[in-house]
């Protein structure tokens, strides 16, 4: 295998959890966003690239394109963090869109893209985080309760409570694939 770097934006810390997992697993140096220079980015083959989900978008996905020269010719791997279940095709999908909205084409035709499942604990949640999440409950309350999604119900059931659905052997496919890369 050549060389990785796995490198995060984690704000409660589920996606650091599975950069960590990823990380142990290739044996390879772990590095969070905001302390990554474009020096250490320069140093590797393949950037792994971890950060949570946060009203559809990646957080901290701005290191990729602003470093995109730079790294065009690596290998580049993201993963994505969120509560909602990768396993629904309909919120991948809405992840990718909402993605291909932000990023080049031609970023978004190199990128491999993974889906992770998080957690989320209101009680940690900051003031505003909170808010947001008090403002999506209020209006899914206000639909048809048989047009909601199953996120949206999963939503509603656990809103105020806490959910853990981090698995570390949900990393295994990602760990596979950089392990075929040259
Ligand atoms: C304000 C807010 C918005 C969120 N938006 C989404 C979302 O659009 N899709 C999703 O799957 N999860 C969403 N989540 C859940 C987070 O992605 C989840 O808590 C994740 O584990 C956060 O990872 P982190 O703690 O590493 O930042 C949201 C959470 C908050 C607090």
């Known amino acids: 295998m050549n060389h990785a770097i796995v490198i995060f934006t984690s704000k409660y810390g589920a996606t650091k959890r ?33 950060g949570g989900l946060y009203a559809g978008g990646v957080n901290g996905i701005k290191l990729l394109p602003q470093n995109w020269q730079l790294i065009s010719n690596k ?9 909602a279940d990768p396993a629904d095709t309909e919120n991948t999908l809405q992840i990718r869109q909402s993605l291909a909205k932000t990023l080049p084409a031609e970023m978004m035709e190199k990128l491999h893209i993974f889906h992770f499942r998080g957690a989320i604990d209101y009680a940690k949640l900051g003031l505003v985080h909170r808010a947001m999440m008090a403002m999506l409950r209020k209006m ?35 760990v596979a694939f950089v392990r075929t890369l040259a």
């Open 140 to 174: 899914l309350l206000k639909k048809d309760e048989n047009t909601l999604r199953e996120e949206d119900k999963q939503l509603l059931q656990s809103y105020g409570g806490r959910a853990d659905f981090t698995d570390p052997a949900s990393i295994k496919p990602l």
């Open 18 to 50: 599975y950069a960590q997992w990823i990380a142990q697993a290739l044996s390879c140096p772990l590095l969070e966003a905001k302390n990554c220079s474009k020096t250490e980015l320069a140093k590797y083959d393949t950037i792994i690239y971890g």
């Open 75 to 83: 290998h580049v791997i993201l993963f994505t963090c969120g509560i």
